[in-house]
């Protein structure tokens, strides 16, 4: 009975490696197919192309397949539950794509990620990047009131209400005002 929990045990651990290495493959292929890409469009007949690459009508376009393969990559992995195949994916997207349309989202997987993971500090960091560097993203509030429920969970309850607080005053339409306010009832009153 003892061999059969550590084969199990044994069969759990490489079941996860060949996760981790499947998304890592999927996101080398990505990158390959990004150059590929590249390469034709430098290359190709009536491209455009200008000395050194692309024109840059042709750059911003491949640069944008790019991105959205590697963050499509990316959530495969958080959707598969390989949270560290997901973290490295996602670091990995936001290195190369700092400034995409989807980089609030991948700021803001990354720090759910952390947050499976136990690193609440971590989490707390990352979503706040989502309202730092991306003040009129859509996901604002909802980066705003995780960042108050992980405060809330740290017992940090005046830090909380902050964020509580700027939810349901910023964007109070947004569907998380709603779950903000009741966190704050339970919160209780502010005392001096």
Do not use: K
């Not at 550590?6 to 990004?34: H, K, P, T, V």
């Not at 397949?65 to 499509?72: E, F, I, K, S």
């Not at 560290?84 to 995409?100: K, R």
């Amino acid at each position: 009975r003892g061999d059969v929990l550590n084969q199990l045990n044994r069969i759990a651990i490489q079941l996860d490696q060949i996760e981790e290495l499947s998304g890592q493959n999927s996101l080398n292929i990505a990158s390959l197919r990004d150059q590929m890409s590249r390469s034709r469009v430098a290359v190709g007949p009536g491209s455009g192309a200008v000395e050194g690459g692309a024109s840059s009508a042709g750059a911003m376009s491949e640069g944008t397949g790019a991105a959205d393969a590697m963050y499509n990559a990316a959530v495969r992995q958080y959707n598969r539950g390989s949270l560290t195949a997901a973290s490295a994916a996602f670091q990995q997207f936001l290195t190369a794509h700092p400034s995409s349309d989807l980089a609030p989202q991948a700021h803001y997987y990354l720090a759910d990620v952390m947050v499976q993971q136990d690193d609440l500090e971590g989490a707390i960091e990352e979503f706040s990047r989502v309202f730092e560097l991306f003040p009129t993203s859509s996901s604002v509030p909802d980066a705003l009131y995780r960042v108050g429920l992980l405060h809330q969970e740290l017992g940090n309850d005046a830090e909380a209400r902050a964020f509580f607080e700027r939810v349901v005053n910023t964007y109070p339409d947004a569907r998380v005002a709603e779950f903000a306010r009741a966190r704050l009832g339970e919160i209780g009153p502010q005392f001096p």
